[in-house]
């Protein structure tokens, strides 16, 4: 009986010792295994986030390179906006305006508007800040050339529509039909007066013509004579406007009266021999603020080159 309760015995400490050894044993293989599961996921993780960073920094990298390529080629474009504009500059200094006889557009008007704050303070410290600023600093230049430009262009268009109207009404056509002109008694300039006998400035051109040929207006205006002056004997006067005044004297009838309004070829009146002459023909003068100067000026002169001049 004794033996028997010590056998009972022995198997209770005996199976106590196997499920202590057992649980120890069961922990520290759970511990490993936790630490190692622990372990591989961190390497896991930090790898994977290692690689993930890289890729990020790959892509931001050819996000970058690529956004340096879309500047540059920006700069391109505006190199070229640059070369057309400064050729624009020169054709507006160098032909319109010289057409128009009005003085190139000052350098400083040009210019008008750079410099001042600094607007660019706020790339500072960004990354490639210098590409940044100095895009920005041409794209505002060029934009504010462009603006200038545009001004000039305004003012050349409004300076072509009043030359335009100008060229209108100034005596810019022949007085007589070329066929009733039958020569050039006297030019512009210079002569010995064929009734005065002494030399004098002949104001005009006088056109040797039929009695009762027809005499035109060489511009449009407002006729402001229309009668009897002295040694132009009947005689008629047009204001073009703009200081141009034409003069057509001698006539044997005027058919125009003051205050009329006339346009390029109308009537006027016909050719005669009235006040100091000495035969039938037209005196035709142009006169600009109050002086006299060549008529033939303002009309193709080889409409008379093959007319004889004394």
Do not use: W
């Not at 690529?66 to 505006?78: A, D, G, S, V």
Request: proline content about 3%; some cysteine; hydrophobic content about 35%.
């Amino acid at each position: 009986m004794q033996n028997s309760t010590y056998r009972l015995y022995a198997d209770d400490e005996k199976a106590a010792k196997t499920k202590k050894s057992f649980a120890k044993v069961f922990y520290k293989s759970f511990l490993l295994k936790f630490l190692f599961v622990a372990l591989s996921s961190f390497v896991f993780y930090s790898f994977s986030a290692h690689i993930v960073q890289k890729k990020e920094e790959k892509q931001l990298d050819s996000e970058r390179k690529n956004l340096i390529l879309q500047f540059e080629l920006l700069n391109k474009r505006m190199s070229r906006a640059e070369r057309i504009l400064f050729k624009i500059q020169e054709q507006n200094d160098n032909t319109y305006r010289r057409i128009l006889n009005v003085e190139a557009m000052p350098e400083s008007m040009k210019k008008a508007g750079f410099g001042g704050v600094n607007p660019y303070g706020k790339y500072d410290g960004v990354l490639n800040s210098d590409l940044l600023i100095s895009t920005a600093k041409r794209i505002d230049i060029l934009s504010k050339k462009l603006a200038v430009q545009s001004k000039s262009f305004d003012e050349i268009i409004e300076l072509a529509k009043a030359r335009e109207k100008k060229l209108a009404v100034i005596p810019s056509v022949l007085p007589l039909k070329k066929d009733d002109v039958q020569k050039v008694g006297s030019p512009f300039g210079m002569r010995k007066h064929p009734i005065l006998r002494v030399r004098k400035m002949h104001k005009g051109i006088d056109l040797v013509a039929k009695r009762g040929a027809k005499i035109m207006s060489s511009g449009e205006g407002v006729v402001i004579k229309a009668g009897r002056s002295g040694g132009y004997g009947k005689c008629v006067k047009v204001d073009h406007g703009y200081g141009y005044v034409s003069i057509y004297a001698h006539m044997s009838k005027i058919k125009v009266k003051e205050g009329q309004k006339v346009k390029h070829g109308d009537l006027l009146g016909l050719v005669g021999s009235t006040g100091r002459s000495t035969g039938p023909h037209l005196h035709y003068e142009v006169t600009i603020d109050g002086k006299a100067v060549d008529p033939e000026n303002f009309f193709d002169s080889k409409l008379l080159k093959d007319k004889q001049r004394k």
